[in-house]
């Protein structure tokens, strides 16, 4: 990354009566817990890029919008591994549904709840869990870090009835 010029993007200003802070909340809605759920399909995940980093993979693919790279069943929960065989963070970032992560190399995480997007570290794997509620079609998944999916890391996935 270059280096940037400092510059203000804002200044901030309160004025009026000083507001008394808000309690925060003390008990939160259940969250849905998928490690409870039958799992009906593995899959691997694997993120990889060329030496110089500048073409990033999936399962030793760059996206191709016309190609079917997973296939899952609606209504069903699966269980998938995200393999980072790299040297840098990858953001696993997927469209649709949202999944809870198991275990980040090997240790098992507390469940906060599902969510759309996990880090997963240098040479390092993630499990998710994911159920495919609602839409049959297509979707896709990818890499969060923007020149990563716009250079390849990207898959699509087919959700199927
Ligand atoms: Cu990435």
Known sequence: MSAQ??????TVRSDGEPMRPAALPTAFAPVDDLGKEAVAGRKTVTFTENKAGT???????QFDHSRIDFRARLNTVEEWTIENDSDEVHSFHIHT?????????????????LQDTADVPPRGTMVIRIRFLDYPGKTVLHCHILNHEDAGMMAV????R
């Open 5 to 10: 010029a400092r510059a203000t993007l804002a």
């Open 157 to 160: 996935l087919q959700i199927d």
């Open 55 to 61: 073409l990033f993979y999936i399962n030793h693919k």
């Open 97 to 113: 549904n949202d999944f809870q992560v198991m275990r980040v190399n090997g240790k098992p995480q507390i469940n906060y709840g």
